[in-house]
């Protein structure tokens, strides 16, 4: 593959998180008032960059008190003829985090950047710097693309566990030395306490690292923002964070288990029952510790495309934020559906436009598998299949209006790739297997957990023909880390001839999978 290569880029991490080494106390991770402090401000959760283009990309860090972000680029580790950047002034508002946006950056090249950190009062006092590092997407189709994705981050109870070695699949991911992670979803379980301990099957006990914002759920804006805190103390992820920039989406357990607007919750755990209400704080929350493009906007999506070269753009869909309510998904009309209205008509609208010869729909719920929600005691879905493998009814509907759409404007090379199931799988969707029969056929991989339970396989719906043509998962649910049955997947094109090749991986980065898709099809 010519995958272009950038020597040096693991080098300028050695001391890059050198400022966070010191913070070990998960008392220390609260919001910090100026008067409570002395010195001069530091970055203690690391550094992170964000939907990165051929000329643009975010760079995201918090501070432990008041601080102007200031950031410097350059295209070598020395930072010799740095370029600098004034970001926003970090306060109390957006607990103390912030993103600065760099513009006008070359394509195709390694951009070494650091943080620093000003007294308000006094910007000549800085705090030490935090570096990180990034490639452009090339303007160049010959360069190639990697990536990775996968999902759900301490899930189900389990958190940062130092005696298996923390988030250590990120490890393996960073190792590929990917253009770009991609993660669909569940980026923290703000519905899921983590406890000190938890017995195992085989008598052992896995030891979590606690937080007081972890110990229930989340409710209030300080609780969510704990929960993304809480994964910022794992060294192996702020290592990732500083050298792999992210494409983050998100799903349900930002906010709580299976969530949909106007949702008024049963669970005896909450004191704040009106999911909306729980929704806007987690929004907040989510976008203050992700530099993530659109957020700022005054419509505040997460849907967006990123493009990220000739080769590919990627298409991040919110299936959250404008669903109807759960339900049997079995209506014989549904024009809200998962997307909601607006989102649909945009995603077309991005879709038809898009010259890149791969389009990636991130999509953070599977198409074809049944993903149950019974937490009312109903058998309601949670997603868009409903087990009924006859015409399309439900959410089923707008699915099957965009893949008529793709079809029939002759919109080539579309993958789906998706988590939310906790394990890993490759669906290949074919009409004449199927009952709707007005699409080309396409394929869906599925990836993760990061760190959560892993569950048994879903059933499949085949209201659009799938073909489970690869699945690892468990017989027993909720399986911990220590048990296996983490993954993640990686797509590697081809900068000759094309190819776009998924591989599906163990978390210690084992091959499980492979499959070559080939440039220029309107199906597979």
Known sequence: MSHRSFPGRRSV??????????????????????FALSGRPRAGWGVQAGDVTCDSGLVWVRSDRPAR??????????????????????????????????????????????????????????????????????????????FVWSGDLAGQGWGINPDFGGYRIYNAM?????????????NIYADGPISASVALPDGSTWRNITTEEKSKVAETLAEFRGNFRYNLLDDNLKRFNA????????????????????????DARYTEKNVDVLASRARQAFSEYFPISTL????????????????????????????????????????????????LRWLKRELSRSRAVWKVIASDMPLGLVV??????????????????????????????LLRFI?????????????????TSAQHYQPSRAAFTDFEPFWE???????????????????????RVFIKAPTTANVSPAGGYQFFGEVDIDGDSGELTVRLRESDGTVLFTQVLQPGRVGQ
């Open 13 to 34: 991490l050695r001391g890059s998180l050198a400022a966070s080494a010191a913070l070990t106390l998960p008392t220390a991770l609260g919001s910090a008032p100026a």
């Open 69 to 146: 972000m200031i950031v410097e680029t350059s295209a070598t580790e020395s930072f010799r003829e740095a370029r600098r950047w004034h970001g926003p002034l970090l306060g109390a508002d957006t607990d103390f985090a912030g993103t600065t946006r760099l513009r006008g950056l070359p394509s195709g090249e390694q951009i070494h950047y650091r943080v620093l950190l000003a007294d308000p009062d006094d910007p000549r006092r800085t705090g030490e710097p935090v570096t990180g590092t990034f490639r452009t997407a090339s303007a160049r189709r010959r360069d190639g693309v990697r």
């Open 174 to 186: 960073a190792a590929l030395d990917p253009d770009f992670f991609l993660c669909s979803g569940d």
């Open 243 to 266: 050298q792999v920039p992210s494409i983050i989406q998100w799903d349900d357990h930002e906010v709580t288990n299976n969530w949909y607007p106007g949702e008024i919750l049963a």
């Open 296 to 343: 700022r906007r005054p419509d505040g999506r997460v849907y967006r495309v990123v493009n990220h070269g000739p080769l590919l753009d990627v298409f991040v869909l919110d299936m959250r934020t404008y669903r109807n309510a759960n339900s049997t998904d079995d209506q014989a009309t549904d024009a809200q559906g998962i997307l909601g209205a607006e989102q």
């Open 372 to 401: 149950p929600d019974t937490g009312d005691g109903k058998p309601n879905i949670e997603a868009v299949a409903q087990g009924d493998p006859g015409a399309p009814l439900g959410r089923e509907l707008q699915i099957a209006e």
């Open 407 to 423: 079809k029939h404007h002759g919109i080539t090379g579309t993958v789906w790739l998706t988590a939310d199931v906790h394990y």
């Open 445 to 467: 991989f599925v990836s993760g957990p990061l760190n959560a339970g892993a569950f048994p396989a879903n059933t499949l719906d085949g209201t659009f023909g799938p073909d």
